[in-house]
């Protein structure tokens, strides 16, 4: 297999890619009809929201996320517990909301969080027995980064290839 070195010159911070969406609210305050995603509502590893609760059954201060934002929890940043979220509502204090600039694509940006390289640069910046990553540290995170319409081709594959997982592991 070949490989291809990337020159690092050419590649981009998130953080020039991405805003960090730092509205938040008392659960109190909300419908009690919104969403709530906790980091346990995250499947690891697979970007995938397992379920939602409601913000009535929460009692802490929520970050408020939109549709097309990303989740990315910084709790134990190893367990690589990202999400897209295709509604609004309300998530943990544990999870960084992005929001993507009109340069990468939402799921683009998944695949990227995702991503072993990632994982490996997060996890090397962080320690402890309850680790935590910062939007700061995410942000510095350097990425080659095509044109919106490569992304979408990547992140089209990308959906198949998914389905096809899925499919797969409903056979097994």
Same mark, same amino acid.
């Given at each position: 297999?070949?490989?291809?070195?990337?020159?690092?010159?050419?590649?981009?911070?998130?953080?020039?890619?991405?805003?960090?969406?730092?509205?938040?609210?008392?659960?109190?305050?909300?419908?009690?009809?919104?969403?709530?995603?906790?980091?346990?509502?995250?499947?690891?590893?697979?970007?995938?929201?397992?379920?939602?609760?409601?913000?009535?059954? =929460?009692?802490?201060?929520?970050?408020?996320?939109?549709?097309?934002?990303?989740?990315?929890?910084?709790?134990?940043?190893?367990?690589?517990?990202?999400?897209? =979220?295709?509604?609004?509502g309300a998530a943990?204090?544990?999870?960084? =909301?992005?929001?993507?600039?009109?340069?990468?694509?939402?799921?683009?940006?998944?695949?990227?969080?995702?991503s072993e390289d990632?994982?490996?640069?997060?996890?090397?910046?962080?320690?402890?027995?309850?680790?935590?990553?910062?939007?700061?540290?995410?942000?510095?995170?350097?990425?080659?980064?095509?044109?919106?319409?490569?992304?979408?081709?990547?992140?089209?594959?990308?959906?198949?290839?998914?389905?096809?997982?899925?499919?797969?592991?409903?056979?097994?």
């Amino acid at each position: 297999m070949t490989s291809i070195e990337l020159n690092e010159e050419s590649k981009v911070e998130l953080g020039s890619l991405v805003s960090q969406v730092r509205s938040t609210a008392m659960p109190n305050e909300l419908p009690i009809s919104t969403h709530f995603i906790g980091l346990e509502d995250v499947i690891p590893h697979e970007g995938r929201i397992l379920n939602s609760s409601y913000t009535s059954e =929460v009692k802490s201060r929520v970050f408020l996320f939109s549709s097309g934002d990303v989740l990315y929890g910084r709790l134990r940043p190893y367990l690589s517990k990202v999400a897209l =979220v295709d509604f609004d509502g309300a998530a943990s204090a544990e999870f960084i =909301v992005l929001r993507c600039s009109e340069k990468i694509l939402p799921r683009y940006l998944l695949m990227i969080l995702l991503s072993e390289d990632f994982t490996g640069f997060i996890s090397a910046r962080v320690k402890g027995d309850r680790p935590r990553t910062s939007f700061a540290t995410v942000s510095s995170y350097k990425v080659e980064l095509p044109s919106i319409e490569v992304q979408a081709d990547i992140c089209a594959r990308d959906i198949v290839l998914a389905g096809a997982m899925e499919k797969l592991n409903e056979a097994i």
